[in-house]
């Protein structure tokens, strides 16, 4: 192993103390420890870093060695230590976020207004490059916080909710489905399905409706923009799914009709997701209860001509 911070603070300690026993009262430790460690340090370099004379620690040219350098060491680290905490306590920082949706990114913008004129100087980040897959970005420190609907258990991560959305099938009013409030799982066998371009196993429309009752759409369709799933299904080219919200306008306008998926509806459940490493900035802690405060709910929707923009292309329905 590589001789670490603590063999330096050690060290140093040592030497400015004159002695291992002020040095472990200086380190809060018990005077056995402290040796332990010394002892541990010299096996790792291979030298021995004191020598033992009149019951005085002197320091070998190794210890000499290693004592300039752990004061330089020590030092930049003091000082990056007082500049973290000055920015913290100034409100800097750096905020990167993604979501497993791409339709959730229209209604960030609102939350980051509020967000920004309380943190100023907090750099925020929307890094739609990780909206497939945020949670291995987050492990990864490649962001601060992912909005996911799909929590995955790990002891790394800590998911804390946000809101609750529905999913339902939508279509155009003359469809033959367009009567009923609510349809089966079994009716999309006869249906041309039109979703995002997604890989079936990361769908919940097919993993949490459609692949439990054994059910396989007559024809499936991918394509990448909302609008043009959209103007498909107006047209009566097929059907598919979305969040309510979504579509809000269009099922007020009589332009489209939405039914549940199953009687009692398929529901999904938003979360913010953040990794358990201690301490966060105050910053981070904010930002969640500013969206658990500011939540999106049914009433909020696209604005026609939107739904087109590349940061509305994919989701997991």
Known sequence: MPIETRHLRLLSAIVDEGGVTRAAARLHMTQPALSHQLQNAEEQLGARLFERI??????????????????????????????????????????????????????????????HEKFPRVEVQIVAGETRHPLPALLDGRLELAIVADPRPNRRL????????????????????????WIRAEDFAREHFIMYSLAREESSVFQQFLNPAGVVPQKV????????????????????????????????????????????????????????????????????????????SQDVHFRRGRASHAAELLCKI
């Open 221 to 296: 369709s991918t394509v990448d923009l909302t609008e043009a799933i959209l103007e498909m299904v107006r047209a009566g080219l097929g059907i598919t799914v979305l969040a309510r919200w979504a579509v809000a306008p269009l099922l007020a306008s009589g332009e489209l009709h939405a039914a549940r998926l199953t009687r009692s509806g398929i529901r999904r459940q938003w979360n913010v997701a953040l990794r358990r490493n201690g301490t966060r900035p105050a910053y981070l802690d904010s930002f969640v209860e500013l969206l658990q405060k500011h939540p999106i």
């Open 54 to 115: 009149n019951k005085k620690m002197v320091l070998t040219p190794a210890g000499k060695r290693l004592l300039a350098v752990s004061r330089v060491v020590l030092e930049e680290l003091r000082v990056a230590e007082d500049e973290l905490r000055n920015s913290a306590a100034a409100g800097e920082g750096r905020l990167r976020i993604s979501t497993e949706c791409y339709t959730c990114y229209h209604w960030l913008p609102a939350r980051l207004k509020l967000f």
């Open 158 to 181: 800590e998911f804390l909710p946000l809101f609750e959305d529905e999913l339902v099938a939508v279509m155009a009013p003359g469809h033959a489905l367009a009567s009923r409030s």
